[in-house]
């Protein structure tokens, strides 16, 4: 049977072990399709907006997409239960490991991807430093304070997330 590249992807991404009936692939898929259509609509509504206005539209418009697409993804995700992970009394620190490595994954694509909104807000014009010039003083706290900042942010998921290991007898 051929793979399906999107719920390879989707099973690593979470951390999914088990194999996925076709209940939940039937839902995946259609969450999916759904959000291609949110998406293409966005970027053909934001366009038009940015034609409208002679401003950029686009990037606020395929932010809330975006936000937007995670949030029903996240509910869509626990609805099918899916982020449950079933071990027994043996793998439960390897599960904490996975979890763990997949929880860091996770923050630093949401940091990669927040640094890229943020940055196509301050070229969209959105946000605007007047008189404001940072220097090598002003970077430098500021990239340790937004370091531990996401490390922080790591653990407290990390540990929010502890919860969903559930150990089963054999």
């Given at each position: 049977m051929k793979k399906n590249l999107q719920i390879e992807f989707i099973k690593y991404f979470y951390?999914?072990?088990?194999e996925l009936d076709e209940y939940v692939k039937q839902e995946l898929y259609n969450f999916g399709n759904n959000m291609y259509m949110l998406f293409s609509f966005s970027m053909i509504g934001g366009w038009i907006l940015?034609?409208?206005?002679?401003?950029?539209?686009?990037t606020p418009v395929l932010l809330i997409s975006f936000i937007y697409s995670q949030i029903k993804q996240e509910s869509l995700i626990m609805k099918l239960g899916l982020n449950k992970t079933?071990?027994?009394a043996d793998e439960v620190e390897s599960a904490k490991k996975r979890l763990l490595r997949r929880t860091f994954l996770h923050?630093?694509?949401?940091?990669?991807?927040?640094?890229?909104?943020f940055h196509g807000l301050i070229r969209g014009g959105y946000i605007i430093f007047k008189g404001f010039?940072?220097?090598i003083d002003f970077l430098a706290p500021a990239i340790i304070a937004?370091?531990?900042?996401?490390?922080?942010?790591a653990f407290i998921i990390y540990y929010s997330n502890l919860k969903n290991i559930i150990v089963v007898e054999e």
């Open positions: 951390g999914i072990t088990t940015s034609i409208c206005f002679n401003r950029d539209c686009l079933e071990v027994t923050v630093f694509i949401s940091g990669i991807i927040a640094a890229m909104v010039e940072p220097s937004v370091f531990v900042a996401i490390v922080l942010t």
